[in-house]
């Protein structure tokens, strides 16, 4: 028998518009199947009920998807007040009701409380990691956890609109690890009116915003006219925010051997390294020294 075929070695970011209903996972599974990528990975994951922006990592791009994780977050969403749900969010079942609703300017003065390094415990149904079990895991068994509160950075909250009493429309600009659908039930908690996320966009991921996205019927159309490859871009575009390090030819082929080298004294910290307009490697400066951190294979 042949060798089974494992995909293309291809590396850079698609940037998807995902759709409603989709999961993280679904969307990186039909972007990787699209290219035939041999490797991917997405940098953020984004709920069914959320839409928007969520970059996917092929290839090489796959090694700086924390990066792009650590940058920040903008999130343009609609709070449903008069109802808190198990899951903070239209997809959960009701257990609290309440027939307050806030004024516009009630929610305005109430906005700087959330801004800030703040305090969040995150909402039952998530991610995070229970004595070795995803939290949403046993909160679909039945058990809800209880999670202990995190310190998140709130950058920006401001209020849109109230297109009627029950609903009001936010965009917020966070870090990482804060979740909109904790913000959405303590603002509700705070102005005792109860709440919970009913729509949910993500606008951008560090430098990846919407005029970058792309939706999976392009996706699928450009697939058609066989050009593909034409809608990925670089592995470094992730990288805009850390200083680029020329180096030498020979300097480039000891980084990617993870060997270090060294510079003129003076930059410190965090740099990619390149030679001839390409990256080599992520790599850490100190006291003259340049060590590898991750290496590209490109």
């Known amino acids: 028998m042949g060798r089974r075929r494992r995909g293309r070695p291809i590396h850079g970011w698609f940037i998807l518009d995902k759709p409603l209903g989709m999961t993280s996972t679904q969307a990186v599974g039909k972007v990787r199947h699209a290219f035939d990528a041999a ?29 792009v994780q650590d940058g920040a977050k903008a999130y343009r969403f609609t709070i449903r007040w008069g ?17 307050n609703r806030p004024r516009a300017a009630d929610i305005t003065a109430a906005l700087p409380q959330f801004v800030g390094e703040i305090e969040q415990v995150p909402p039952a149904f998530s991610a995070i990691k229970v004595d ?8 679909r068994g039945g058990e809800m956890p209880k999670l202990a509160a995190r310190l998140i950075r709130i950058d920006e909250l401001r209020l ?8 009001a429309i936010l965009e917020m600009i966070c870090g990482k690890g804060a979740y909109v659908r904790g913000l959405a039930r303590d603002l509700g908690r705070h102005l005792d009116c109860l709440g919970h996320v009913g729509e949910l966009r993500r606008t951008r991921v560090g430098d990846f915003d919407e005029q970058v996205a792309i939706s999976l019927d392009k996706l699928e159309d450009m697939g058609h006219k066989g050009a593909l490859d034409d809608l990925l871009l670089p592995v470094e575009a992730a990288l805009a925010d850390i200083p ?13 051997f ?3 080298i060294r510079v003129p004294h003076g930059v410190e910290g ?23 951190v991750r290496v ?3």
């Open 132 to 139: 070795g079990a995803r939290a949403y895991d046993l909160a």
């Open 270 to 292: 965090t740099v990619y390294a390149t030679t001839d307009g390409r990256p080599v490697a992520l790599a850490k400066i100190h006291a003259g020294e340049v060590r590898p």
């Open 39 to 67: 490797k991917a990975g997405h940098a953020g994951t984004l709920d069914p009920l959320a839409t928007g922006i969520l970059p996917i990592a092929l290839g090489e791009a796959t090694k700086v998807v924390s990066a």
């Open 244 to 256: 680029a390090l020329a180096v030498t030819g020979p300097e480039a082929k000891r980084l990617r």
């Open 83 to 99: 109802e808190e749900r198990d899951t903070d969010d239209a997809e959960g079942q009701m257990i609290r009701q309440s027939g």
């Open 258 to 260: 993870g060997q270090a």
């Open 296 to 298: 590209f294979n490109l």
């Open 160 to 167: 849109i609109d109230c297109p009627d009493p029950d609903h």
